[in-house]
């Protein structure tokens, strides 16, 4: 048996490390087999050596989360216990400033970092990796963050209409209701990250565009931070229309999973001929987002797990 003591600066930082009805602390105990307790203005870990030791990292890293973030969440315990279990440790990673007063975003992994940092060092970038990795929120948190700070003055943000593997025939209503289901996923992303009342005053003034892809056509966009979502389902030609929009002062960021292409059967995807045609140009950078990415729900990155080794097996 072993035991160690890990000093707390007051109360409140224990009821956050320690979670609603101990909540965090309840996994940590179920995950390493530990026994925790907080007395004398410590907390107490008992049990196996290695066991304490491993608990006693992922204590002091969730503290560290803590006391720069101002709290904790589930998805934090999920990441930091991996962390710590692969003998990686976690980064603390700098906010996103966005308008929802209070909302707290940053990247929550070392691929998510990567990604930013391409987007505030490259005009052009393009991230690509499998559901729940963050690729169109943290691209949609930057435009606002980059609107906010006057860095940009429109957002743009752009998604085929494409079908995913299933006909919806002719939908009802005038084309903003017909093409609004296609676009609703950055809305949601949106919304997160900015109050409605602001995002229809945005939309209204035109600071705020949320278009499909077919509408660029012809268009010069500048001092603009501009987004195509499920860039997989773009055809080459159409790529090449949407890549040269670009005007002075704009910045573009391109995110899909080359994994769900939906296209038409011998039919190149757009992302991925640009990822290879476009590799090596200064100026234009490239992000591989992967399984230990995905900070959705637990279960999605099983469930992705799950299908890719189907898909292995199949090769």
Request: glycine fraction near 6%; aromatic fraction near 6%; charge should be positive.
């Amino acid at each position: 048996m072993s035991e160690t003591a890990i000093s707390i600066v007051s109360s409140k930082a224990l009821i956050t490390l320690f979670g609603a009805c101990d909540q965090h602390v309840r996994r940590i105990r179920s995950a390493l087999g530990v026994s925790i307790s907080a007395r004398d203005g410590r907390i107490h870990v008992e049990g196996d050596q290695k066991a304490v030791a491993s608990a006693t990292a992922v204590l002091e890293e969730l503290q560290a989360l803590a006391h720069r973030y101002g709290v904790l969440t589930a998805e934090d315990v999920t990441r930091v216990l991996a962390g710590v279990r692969e003998g990686e440790t976690q980064q603390q990673f700098p906010l996103i400033e966005v308008y929802k007063p209070g909302r707290q975003i940053r990247p929550k992994t070392v691929g998510q970092a990567r990604y930013l940092e391409a987007i505030v060092n490259n005009e052009v970038v393009f991230c690509y990796g499998p559901a729940g990795t963050g690729k169109t929120y943290l691209a949609v948190a930057a435009a606002v963050s980059y609107l906010k700070r006057a860095a940009v003055r429109k957002i743009v943000l752009v998604r085929p209409a494409v079908e995913a593997g299933e006909s919806l025939g002719y939908l009802p209503g005038d084309l903003q209701a017909k093409i609004n289901p296609y676009l609703r996923p950055l809305m949601d992303s949106l919304h997160d990250v900015m109050d409605h009342d602001l995002i229809k005053r945005f939309s209204d003034e035109d600071v705020i565009e949320v278009i499909p892809l077919a509408y660029m056509r012809g268009r010069t966009l500048n001092e603009s931070f501009i987004i195509l979502d499920e860039a997989q389902n773009t055809t080459v030609p159409q790529m090449k229309m949407f890549l040269t929009r670009m005007g002075n002062g704009s910045k573009i960021v391109v995110s899909g999973d080359i994994t769900q292409i939906d296209l038409p059967p011998k039919t190149s995807s757009g992302l991925v001929d640009a990822l290879r045609r476009l590799c090596g140009i200064e100026g234009i950078a490239s992000v591989r987002l992967s399984r230990a990415d995905i900070v959705r729900h637990p279960l999605v990155q099983k469930i992705v797990n799950a299908y890719e080794e189907q898909r292995k097996s199949r090769r």
